[in-house]
């Protein structure tokens, strides 16, 4: 069964940083293309960040790049986003998703993501 499970969110002053963990199971893990994207209540959602596993290139959203960092460790089955100088727009939750296939990394756009994550949430105040 394939589980993604978020962390490491919380309540922050603006200026601050955090660090957000997926933790993946249940599915061959060298093979995807993992990403994490937001939503705020009464929002859209946001995509931030993708990466394919072990070891690939990542690539940000346009309006996200400069804060947010996408990282990831094949021998933890783990992704992680890191963001810093937070505002308080950034207050939302936080999802990780996954697809079978790193070459949907590579794609110039979004891919149709088929596992998702129930979030973390991260609160900014100002």
């Known amino acids: 069964q394939v589980k993604l499970v978020e962390s490491g969110g919380g309540s922050v002053q603006a200026g601050g940083s955090l660090r957000l963990s997926c933790a993946a199971s249940?599915?061959?893990?060298?093979?995807?293309?993992m990403a994490w994207f937001r939503q705020a209540p009464g929002k859209e959602r946001e995509w931030i960040a993708r990466?394919?596993?072990?070891?690939?290139?990542?690539f940000y959203d346009d309006a996200m790049r400069g804060r947010f960092a996408i990282s990831e460790d094949s021998s933890g089955n783990t992704v992680y986003l890191e963001i810093t100088s937070l505002i308080p727009e950034d207050t939302a939750m936080y999802y990780c998703?996954?697809?079978?296939?790193?070459?949907?990394?590579?794609?110039?756009?979004?891919?149709?993501?088929?596992?998702w994550g129930q979030g973390t949430q991260v609160t900014v105040s100002s």
């Open positions: 249940g599915f061959n893990y060298a093979s995807y293309c």
């Open positions: 998703a996954a697809i079978a296939g790193k070459g949907w990394c590579d794609l110039g756009t979004w891919p149709d993501f088929r596992y």
């Open positions: 990466i394919a596993t072990g070891g690939g290139s990542p």
